[in-house]
């Protein structure tokens, strides 16, 4: 059995970091089954729930008033100096001090807002994250990492209030079945159709139970009335209830305090010069050090940008592969298997876009639900993609086709021609983390399984990614949500072989505009990241 006991560690590397955590247990619901776990996952889940505290924030009056409540206008971030007033160089780190205020201007006395930050130089095309710290007294910390020589901008953007974290951490108490689907059942010229969830309200309509019996993922849908459970067709998704106050939509406010940038006060750029003694080499090196592990920064950013490419400061250097022969080349004799949401179906899309020979079979899926194959017979290269099973908010999906990541990967045989693309975060964020944390923990059983027998299979994760928010999709896709599944998603996998594609600084870093389905030039580079791996060169 896998599993950590250090994801404790106040080590984030893209998030926001607390010095303290709330001491409220984590929500539990009447309404949710889960199957029992073994003492060494039980005790794995009780840590990554204590590890996914958020502060506490101060009580909301009824009804809500944005008076005292975050407002990024009255909020300002302030670069701190150099120490020693010196010239910033190339291996130093920037910190600024950022300061919220309410709508009357009044300073936060509380934390818990969501913040994020980047450095970046737009002529360039360079970009890195930058390292939240919440000091949970209306100030937080970012710290950056000085990577490029010339100008470096700083941004600071408000996610949410901490007072709408308040109510999104309610709706995930209350509400866990907000998002709910269908399913049809037939049975000759009968046909009826219930709801389906992982949490059903009991009534006095019994359930039909379809927990998978491999994995354990629960699955229920209400019984139909005249038909048997063994006469399920498909899987749809239902829609969405919104069961929200009037007044808390005010803390949703595209413009206002969602997603909204703070000012600087004074200015928000600085300028870097190169030091021949302390190049980016010797700055990663130091980032690998024990003092540079235990401070404030942690071990720095996973990469950054420049030039528009994407490069990593810890592992695989990335190259670029522009030209399909590059590619090609790379991908000859492998097969790559994609599994997961609509973020790693564009893999499969940009596969089949950059390259003109392979083609895709026509297995007469649904655009958006698969399963798909492509394949370059001349260069033996397939490309396959299948959906993760559910919650998945998929059109119709046949039952045949609805299939867990964890049975799938059980029946790949594995060897060093075979690539396993993951990525499995989105279509969770409205229900209890303890259905996407007992989820991860199938998957890593099974990704375990297929290195035992296949050690050189190589294994990639896709962390979540920020996305363009309105009030439905922060009710039922929010930022906050999507990082209480990275931070689960990054334990879980931990110490294993396997390599991290981290989605979230990729388009956190990046000039273009946060969206769920990252564009273009975004997935380009971490295609590049996948081929990378695939296809370490040595550097010259």
Known sequence: MVYNMDILEKKVNNTNIFMRVSTTPYMHHDFCNFQPLSPEEALEEHLLLDSLAWPDTPSLPDPISLEQTSDPAHSTFTILPRRGGREWHVGDQLEVMINVSDFQGRPKKSGGDVIVARLHNATLGAGVAGQVVDHLNGSYSA???????????????????????TV????????????????????????????CNVCLKPTQQPLCNYTDLHTGNPWFCYKPEKLSCDTRINHNYGGFKQNIKTSETKLFQSDVNMKVYIQPSGSASVTVCFQNCFTILSFIFLLDQPEMKNNNVNSGPAGYYYQGGWRALRGT???????????NQCLKGKMVHLYGDSTIRQFFEHFTTALPD????????????????????????????????????????????????????????GGSNTVVVLGIWSHFSTFPIEVYIRRLQSIRKA?????????????IIRTANLKALTLYETLTNSDWFSL??????RAIFKGLNVHLLDAWEMGLAHHLPHSLHPQPPIIKNMIDVILSHICPQRDS
């Open 143 to 165: 710290v950056f990492s000085l990577l490029w020589e010339g100008s470096a901008k700083v941004e600071v953007m408000l996610i949410h209030p901490s007072e709408a974290v």
């Open 168 to 195: 999104l951490r309610r709706l995930s108490i209350e509400q866990p079945d907000r998002i709910y689907f269908k399913s049809l059942f037939r049975s000759g010229s009968v046909s009826e159709t219930t709801t």
């Open 447 to 459: 990704v375990v399984r297929l290195l035992d027998r296949a050690p050189d299979t190589l294994v």
């Open 484 to 489: 209480q599944c990275d931070k689960v998603l």
């Open 358 to 413: 392979l083609k895709e079979f026509n297995l007469h899926s649904l655009r958006q639900v698969g399963p798909f194959m492509a394949l370059d017979y001349a260069n033996n290269i397939l490309v396959t993609y299948r959906c993760h099973g559910p919650p998945i908010r998929f059109g119709s999906v046949p039952i045949s086709e609805l299939r867990y990541i964890a049975n799938e990967l059980d029946s790949v045989i």
């Open 317 to 327: 250097t990335v190259h670029q592969f522009n030209t399909v022969s590059d590619i």
